[in-house]
C-alpha cells in the first residue's frame, strides 16, 4: 500500500489493463502501482508486449485503467469524465512518440502551435512561443516546413517542441528516438535530457536501449503485465 505525498507527480494503484478483441482477452497491465516523484527521470524498459506502452497511456491518460487508481499531481484522474480529462491532459502531459504524428497539412510552427489552438490561446503569442521552442531546438531556419519537409531528426524536434508547448510537468516519450540513426539518436536524446532538466519536468521514457536507459536516474523494468524492478529513485 503506497500513500499519496505531495511530491507525487504520478502515482498508480493496484491498475490493471484489459483488452478484449473477440473472444481474446489481453491483460496489459495486471495490478500495476508506482510511485514517481515531481521531477524523477524513469527508464521504462522490458520485452516487446510487457506492457511498457499501456503504462504510458495510462499515465497519459490516454487510456483508463480497468481497474485501479491514477493520480496525477494528487488528482485522481480515473473518475474524471472525457472532457475534463482532455482539457487535464492538454494542461498535464507533454507525448513524444517513435511515430512523431505530426499533422503533415501544416507546417513546423502550425503543429508546435497545436496544443495551444486547443486549448484556444490567443494565436499571436501561440506563435511567438512556437518559434522560440523551435529555436530552442535548433530548428529556428525551417519554421514554415512541412513534417515531409524535414528529415527524421528535425521532425523528431518538431515533436518534442509541440510537447513542451503547453509547459506541461509530465513528459512521456515512447522510444523517441527509435527511428533515428545512432548520431541523430544521440543528439535528440542529449536535447530532450536538457530540456526536462531545464524544465524541470517529470519524465517516463520507454526505450529498448540499454545505454539511454541507464543515462536516467531511475529505472522501470517490466515483465508480462507487471513492474518486477522498481528502482525509482525518492
Ligand atoms: N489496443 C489494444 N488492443 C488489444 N491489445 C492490446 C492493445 N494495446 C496493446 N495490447 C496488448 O497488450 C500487451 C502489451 O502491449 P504494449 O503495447 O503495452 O507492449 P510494449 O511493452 O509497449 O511492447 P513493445 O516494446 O513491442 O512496444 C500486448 O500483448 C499487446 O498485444
Ligand atoms: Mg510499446
Do not use: C
Not at 498535464?92 to 486549448?119: D, R, W
Not at 531556419?141 to 509541440?162: N, T
Request: hydrophobic fraction near 40%; charge should be negative.
Amino acid at each position: 500500500m503506497t500513500f499519496a505525498t505531495s511530491q507525487s507527480a504520478i502515482r498508480l494503484d493496484g491498475v490493471r489493463k484489459e483488452y478484449t478483441i473477440e473472444a481474446t482477452r489481453v491483460e496489459a497491465l495486471r495490478g500495476v502501482s508506482v510511485d514517481i516523484p515531481e521531477g524523477a527521470m524513469v527508464a521504462v524498459t522490458g520485452k516487446s508486449g510487457a506492457g511498457k506502452s499501456t503504462l504510458l497511456h495510462v499515465i497519459g491518460t490516454l487510456d483508463r485503467p480497468t481497474t485501479g487508481q491514477v493520480f496525477i499531481n494528487g488528482v485522481d484522474v480515473s473518475s474524471m469524465n472525457d472532457k475534463t480529462l482532455s482539457r487535464f491532459r492538454n494542461q498535464s502531459v507533454g507525448f513524444v512518440f517513435q511515430m512523431n504524428n505530426l499533422l503533415p497539412e501544416f507546417s513546423a510552427v502550425e503543429n508546435v502551435m497545436m496544443p495551444g489552438i486547443i486549448a484556444g490561446l490567443p494565436t499571436t503569442e501561440l506563435r511567438k512561443r512556437a518559434v522560440k521552442l523551435l529555436e530552442s531546438v535548433g530548428l529556428g531556419e525551417r519554421v514554415e516546413h512541412k513534417p515531409g519537409e524535414l528529415s527524421g531528426g528535425e521532425q523528431q524536434r518538431v515533436a518534442i517542441a509541440r510537447a513542451l508547448m503547453m509547459s506541461p510537468p509530465i513528459l512521456v516519450a515512447d522510444e523517441p528516438t527509435g527511428n533515428l540513426d545512432r548520431k541523430t539518436s544521440l543528439m535528440i536524446q542529449d536535447l530532450l535530457l536538457e530540456l526536462v532538466r531545464n524544465h524541470r519536468m517529470t519524465l517516463l521514457l520507454v526505450t529498448h536501449d540499454m545505454e539511454l536507459a541507464s543515462r536516467l536516474p531511475s529505472q522501470i523494468v517490466m515483465e508480462d503485465g507487471l513492474v518486477v524492478h522498481d528502482g525509482v529513485v525518492h
